[in-house]
């Protein structure tokens, strides 16, 4: 088993390098994608949502949404009610440059299963979508996960 475990972590640092070179390419990082394919799905989130669903910690997003804000990306509001939450939604600029990125993470993606036969690419996508669902549904003693 930890031939498997060895092999399953040098592939996920493989894949995420492949994706970072490529969206760095175009101007863009792993961070800044995520923070907008996630404000694609849910168009306002608190910025404690948007952390948990990044599964960061509150200073490490403050940190990416800071550029992202000042890039005209994103804006963050404060909620009426409560004061002390920050709501964070995408601007028009970062609805384009979401659909740049997400263009560079599709053509990633097929690239990287274009490396596999289809039936085992379809294996491989089933699986590790079992295998996410796994792990949100167990998580580690201590460990805090979105929903």
Do not use: N
Request: with cysteine; hydrophobic share 45%.
């Amino acid at each position: 088993m930890e031939r498997l475990s060895r092999q399953l972590f040098l592939t996920m640092k493989l894949v995420r390098e492949r994706l970072d070179e490529r969206l760095a390419a175009e101007g863009g990082s792993l961070p800044q994608w995520i923070v907008l394919r996630a404000l694609s799905e849910a168009p306002r989130l608190s910025h404690r949502e948007l952390a948990a669903r990044m599964y960061l910690s509150g200073p490490t997003i403050t940190h990416h949404l800071d550029r992202m804000e000042a890039s005209g990306l994103i804006t963050r509001t404060r909620d009426v009610v409560d004061r002390r939450v920050v709501h964070v939604a995408m601007t028009a600029a970062g609805a384009e440059r979401f659909r740049e990125l997400e263009a560079v993470a599709d053509s990633t993606d097929a690239e990287i299963r274009a490396l596999l036969p289809v039936e085992d690419a379809a294996c491989l996508h089933h699986l590790l979508a079992q295998l996410h669902g796994a792990m949100l549904a167990t998580p580690l003693e201590g460990e805090h996960r979105a929903s």
